[in-house]
């Protein structure tokens, strides 16, 4: 289980880590690069199929059903577009 | 299998997935291994979202499915269908649903009264707001980018209207909070408020700012998702959330920074309040040009700076540009791209572009790499660009866009502007480049002007 100070720990070094990341990118892919974070929130799918998978309600059931089909767009559409937008980096190979 | 078997199979999945995204991003730092980042956190995406279908003590797996596969489908065609001049509102669109997404999670489970505590509570409530926030904001600037909304609505006061819509929310969160849970009034709304506070804040943001404004929207809905994570014990969603989080906020102040605009400035005001003034026009004429002149211009230069806008991608005239290229890299003469890092819709959209008409990333260079080059270019080629090169940044304390880093194509030898019109740029400043006396305006499309100059060039 996470708590309390773990969790805190957990939160600062996974923002740093983010920050550095990030830091030494080159402005050529930022675009993709934030369509690729974008992507990788998507995780929020799994915590969607939790939340409904304990849903009793029809009114639960309803708002999680929404959510997964809201994260499932995030997860793929995400995957989508990144993918494709880096497939088109290519380097010219030594012509310079 | 044992509840606890699955849970240690779960754990592991989600340590591995959390491993994958931040690899992931990290090889998307770099244009050598962009592509195989995007595969390496599709991976962990992959196991984490099937390992979940593990998780002891749920239900509902049929309608799950559907969920997946509605919300799937329908993302990945219109994912792989997106023209690339329209790729930023499609990412705000995405990053919407998942800020929605993280919004419903935050709804069941209080809902559902299974948070419990102080802090999970507070946190539970604020990834709601957060997400709710960053759903409805993301629609409208999809809304926006796609022109389906076109006018920015502004009125006096405003941001106090705003501020009591966030107070309002702060406090049905806050009865939430101190009363463990609330009553099922209290989250509904807090949910509303939220939603419509997405929308009175996007709404009077201009167009121009919409880049920086999808960017911090993109960072607020990984803080919804890690603060879900908390209430839902997920590691996965914690760092990842907090990975894109803390990522996303140093990429909107980079891109801010590179509009010269401030992130209180774009959410707070709105762009073209100072520009409506006008100040007076700059001193010269226009002098025209010919296709067959450019083209012995360029030809017989040894080194060209091609400086594209967005104009270029409107015109769909990036696939000439770059057959203009190999046609003058054929005579020997040296050509390169120069990007503004606001060049597109948001930084980097013009290296995409670029990109999917086959240019090589290594002829293309940012402002920092080539604004000292300029003065050595014999001619400065731009097209679809307008205020990024507008040399009043540099001189005109009046200017709206003084202060803005620009590329100093008014130092090359000589500067060749292929517009459609003689009309003033996004800002509606008037651009005292193409005044000057080493410009000559190239009149007409981009597209097709860029196509006669790669007949004139092969001619020659």
């Known amino acids: 289980m996470i708590d309390g100070f773990i969790a805190l720990y957990i939160f600062m070094l996974a923002a740093f880590t983010g920050y550095e990341v990030i830091s030494r990118v080159p402005v050529i892919l930022h675009t993709p690069l934030m369509s690729g974070s974008n992507f990788v929130h998507g995780i929020v799918l799994v915590g969607a199929m939790v939340a409904m998978g304990r849903a009793d309600t029809p009114l639960e059931l309803t708002i999680a059903f929404l959510g997964v089909v809201l994260a499932a767009g995030n997860a793929v559409g995400g995957y989508a577009v990144t993918e494709r937008m880096l497939e088109m980096f290519k380097s010219s190979k030594g012509k310079r | ?460």
């Open chain 2, 1 to 460: 299998m044992g509840s606890l078997g699955a849970g240690t199979a779960i754990q592991a999945s989600y340590f591995v997935a959390a491993a994958l995204f931040i690899l992931g991003l990290k090889r998307m730092s770099s244009p050598v291994t962009a592509r195989s980042g995007i595969v390496w956190a599709g991976v962990g995406m992959v196991v984490a979202t099937l390992i979940t279908f593990l998780t002891p003590g749920m239900g509902n797996y049929g309608l799950m499915t559907a969920a997946i596969a509605v919300g799937g489908i329908a993302a990945w065609v219109t994912g792989r269908r997106v023209a690339m001049t329209d790729m930023p509102q499609m990412i705000a669109l995405y990053n919407g649903m998942g800020g929605g997404a993280a919004g419903a999670i935050a709804a069941v489970e209080l809902l559902a009264g299974e948070v419990h505590g102080f802090t999970v509570l507070t946190l539970g409530v604020l990834g709601g707001l957060i997400g709710a926030v960053s759903f409805t904001g993301s629609l409208i600037a999809f809304a926006k980018l796609q022109g389906l909304v076109k006018r920015s609505f502004r009125f006096r006061g405003q941001n106090v209207v705003n501020l009591l819509i966030l107070a309002g929310a702060a406090v049905a969160g806050a009865v939430i909070v101190v009363q463990s849970g609330g009553t099922q009034g209290h989250v509904v709304l807090l949910f509303a408020l939220a939603l419509l506070l997405g929308i009175t804040m996007t709404l009077p943001i201009g167009g121009a700012d919409m880049p920086v404004v999808i960017s911090l929207y993109n960072a607020l809905t990984g803080l919804a998702v890690a603060f879900e994570g908390f209430v839902l014990n997920n590691a996965a969603m914690i760092i990842a959330g907090t990975v894109v989080g803390s990522a996303g906020t140093l990429l909107t102040q980079l891109m801010a920074k590179a509009m010269n605009r401030s992130l209180a400035n774009v959410l707070f005001s709105g762009f073209g309040e100072t520009a409506a003034g006008g100040a007076a026009g700059p001193a010269g004429t226009l002098k025209a040009i010919e296709t067959p002149d450019a083209a012995v211009m360029m030809g017989f230069s040894e080194k060209v700076i091609i400086v594209p806008g967005y104009g270029m991608a409107v015109a769909q005239a990036q696939h000439k540009v770059w057959e203009l290229v190999q046609a003058l890299t054929a005579r020997g003469v040296a050509v390169k791209f120069a990007i503004h890092p606001v060049a597109g819709r948001m930084p980097g959209h013009m290296n995409v572009l670029l990109a999917e008409a086959g240019v090589p990333y290594d002829l293309i260079y940012d402002e920092a790499e080539i604004n000292s080059e300029f003065e050595t270019a014999d001619v400065a080629l731009i097209i679809g660009a307008n205020d990024v090169v507008n040399p009043v940044a540099r001189t005109d304390k009046s200017s709206p866009i003084y202060g803005m880093p620009i590329l100093n194509a008014d130092k090359a030898k000589n500067v060749i502007v292929i517009k459609r019109g003689q009309g003033a740029g996004f800002s509606g400043i008037e651009n005292a480049l193409f005044y000057l006396d080493h410009t000559r305006m190239l009149y007409g499309d981009g597209q097709a002007k860029a196509a006669e100059l790669v007949q004139a060039v092969k001619a020659l």
